[in-house]
């Protein structure tokens, strides 16, 4: 397989710039050496556990470890550095952020909370705002890029991002750990945990909250800007209580709720009136055993989710807008999850099938109300839909070095078509080189909302939008192809890493909202095509030293008009370093340069605040950041955070400013 002809410049550039890389480095690489095996197994991209090297995906887990080091206190924060994954907040916490993965639109990523969605049904397009989400309870973060409907359904057509939740140590009773930290804007952030097995029990309690003043969301460049700052508070609780009678059978349940308030604005006024609040409660149960001891394993899984929102702005001397918005939603399913450990066939081994069946019910309701001097504007939803879906994924090793898996998925929406997705992948390992490469392809989809169905507009009480029930869903084609490889140099068997990922996907009947004079409504019609690179090189030149590079090239294009989707910038750099000066200190730079992305009609402003009638592209951006922990104790360590520290103006989405220079004192134990 080979990249698209239709690649530009940067692209067929990056190309050959690959392929020599790869080839100019295997050669390098230990004859004796052997692919590193992550300790922990991965459970998003197959659902059976299974280690990280054998899995036919690009796969990034940001680990504990690395939130601590690199002073990540935002989901969006920990998420900035992987490749593939552009995100575009519109200020700073609490304020609006979406997702792009390797072009793809915001709703066809899906985020899970241990395995359960957790995107906001209420939501216009069911898409996942990472702007509210702290990181006290959080032991890792999956990102599998790729088509992933088949384990996960709708919103999956391009990947998953799976947080997974602390563990309770297996051998400790009690095990507390805690920080606190205080520094600019009158931020304050502290969170308390414990977490401990007792016999057969194990519990996780965790609590956090933060409060800021924050900073202008609204762009300084605006002549309109007043400074006014955006606040965030918000306060976060996790309660786990796991019981594990025997080995192979365990009964668990979590439950997750969070509250948060924060101010907002609206382009290119400050508007100190405009605020917003956002509450979520997420809970399941979940049984698994092997019956008879044997090589079967089923599950249970029930959950259930419930997310509201109000948004709130009243007119005043900066901004005469008024709103009174509100949004919940409910998701509540029932999973029955089996693997089963298939027999030797020839050479043909460590086989495993998996199979399941999920219902989903998701409800919505939202009422948007936005009276003026012009008319009285009024959107509103009521509306649910029932998921009813079964898959069946089968994994198998040929020999000593090829991982092979497949797997299709069928899943049924009340008053839509239905869906069936596929996925085929291949990982092979040649120790001898210290490389792995790997392959796939697959389709995904996205149901259409239940506001892309059921929503209703109407401006002085005449309908001039509705929801079309008879939308049919998304689809999307794709494939990728990558390898990794340990690089030995200077008696070091990974002196580097690199590694290269080719990816490309065809989406078609795209759900777009279309105006015909008097009234408007959803229909699928939209085409596109997105093809692009992910490259890497991780250096470890000295035991105290490591830095890594990661460059994505996205090109996403409608295909009838030819045109860049907005948002989808097409260069993304990240430059990242982990330095011991001291046995105890660790220094983590990180530098994020974004290039220039388009921006489509009314998205982007002038210095006087006058929307730009046709499409415009978004200026590029670099931001640094710098991290410092020294481990004063074992248990106790003292921390430094610096966000943004050249205090770069960047708009990740035009007209909201990135938030400026800050600065964060605390410290973190593990007892």
């Not at 939308?471 to 068997?493: C, M, N, V």
Request: with cysteine.
């Amino acid at each position: 397989m080979a990249p698209p002809r239709a690649l530009s410049c940067s692209l067929r550039w990056a190309a050959p710039w690959a392929g020599l890389l790869a080839a100019g480095l295997l050669p390098l690489a230990s004859p004796a050496g052997a692919q590193s095996v992550l300790p922990e197994t991965i459970v998003t991209a197959t659902r059976p556990p299974t280690p990280q090297e054998r899995i036919p995906a690009a796969v990034t887990i940001v680990t504990r470890e690395e939130i601590e080091a690199r002073g990540a206190q935002s989901l969006a924060e920990a998420l900035a550095t992987v490749p593939g994954l552009h995100l575009a907040p519109s200020g700073g916490l609490g304020q609006l952020t979406y997702g792009f993965l390797r072009g793809a639109g915001s709703a066809s990523l899906l985020v899970l909370q241990d395995g359960v969605p957790i995107n906001d049904a209420a939501a216009p397009s069911g898409a996942f705002d990472f702007s509210q989400e702290l990181l006290m309870d959080v032991e890792r973060i999956e990102v599998i890029r790729g088509p992933l409907s088949v384990m996960y359904g709708s919103a999956a057509g391009q990947g998953v991002i799976n947080l997974v939740t602390r563990r309770a140590p297996p051998d400790r009773g009690f095990a507390p750990y805690g920080e606190l930290a205080a520094g600019s804007n009158n931020t304050l952030r502290a969170g308390l945990g414990a977490a401990g097995t007792v016999g057969a029990f194990d519990y996780l309690l965790s609590g956090q909250s933060l409060s800021t003043r924050g900073s202008n969301a609204v762009a300084p460049r605006f002549s309109s800007s007043q400074g006014e700052r955006d606040g965030f508070r918000g306060g976060y609780t996790t309660a786990r209580l796991g019981w594990s009678p025997e080995a192979g059978t365990r009964i668990e349940g979590l439950l997750r709720w969070r509250e948060t308030k924060f101010g907002l604005d609206n382009i290119p006024n400050d508007d100190p009136n405009y605020s917003g609040f956002d509450r979520r409660w997420y809970g399941q149960i979940h049984a698994e055993t092997r019956p008879w001891r044997g090589s079967w394993t089923t599950g249970l899984r029930i959950f259930s989710s419930e997310q509201q929102r109000r948004y709130s702005n009243f007119p005043d001397a900066l901004d005469p807008t008024r709103e009174d918005s509100r949004y919940r939603s409910t998701r509540t399913g029932l999973e029955w999850t089996n693997t089963l450990r298939l027999p030797d066939a020839g050479a043909l081994r460590d086989g495993t099938l998996g199979f399941g069946v999920i219902h989903v019910l998701e409800e919505a309701r939202s009422r948007q109300d936005f009276p003026s001097g012009f008319g009285d504007f009024v959107s509103s939803l009521r509306g649910g839909q029932h998921t009813t879906a079964g898959y069946a994924t089968v994994q198998y090793r040929l020999g000593e070095r090829l991982d092979l898996t497949a797997g299709f998925r069928h899943d049924a929406v009340t008053g839509a078509t239905s869906e069936t997705t596929w996925r085929l992948g291949a990982a092979y390992a040649l120790p001898e080189l210290a490389t792995r490469l790997r392959v796939a392809g697959g389709s995904g989809f996205r149901a259409p909302s239940l506001f892309e169905r059921y929503g209703i507009g109407r401006f002085d009480g005449f309908v001039t939008s509705t929801g079309n029930p008879n939308l049919k869903p998304e689809r999307s084609l794709g494939w990728e192809i990558g390898a990794d490889t340990d690089l030995a140099l200077f008696g070091q068997p990974r002196f580097a890493t690199a590694s290269w990922t080719f990816f490309q996907s065809r989406v078609r009947d795209q759900i777009v909202n279309v105006f015909d004079g008097s009234s408007s409504t959803y229909v699928n019609i939209d085409r596109a095509r997105i093809h692009g690179a992910e490259l890497a090189l991780t250096l470890r030149p000295a035991p105290w030293l490591e830095a890594g590079a990661a460059w994505t090239i996205t090109e996403a294009f409608d295909a009838t008009t030819d045109r860049r989707l907005p948002r989808r910038p097409e260069h993304v750099v990240t430059l990242t370093g982990t330095v011991r000066p001291l046995p105890d200190l660790v220094l983590a730079p990180t530098v994020l340069f974004t290039g220039r992305s388009p921006e489509g009609p009314f998205a982007s402003y002038d210095n006087a605040g006058t929307a730009f009638t046709t499409p415009r592209s978004n200026k590029a951006g670099t931001v640094f950041h710098l991290t410092a922990t020294w481990q004063w104790k074992p248990e106790i360590a003292l921390f430094l955070e610096g966000r943004n520290l050249t205090n770069s103006r960047w708009e990740p989405v035009n007209g909201f400013v990135t938030p400026g220079r800050t600065l964060l004192l605390g410290t973190r134990f593990a007892l």
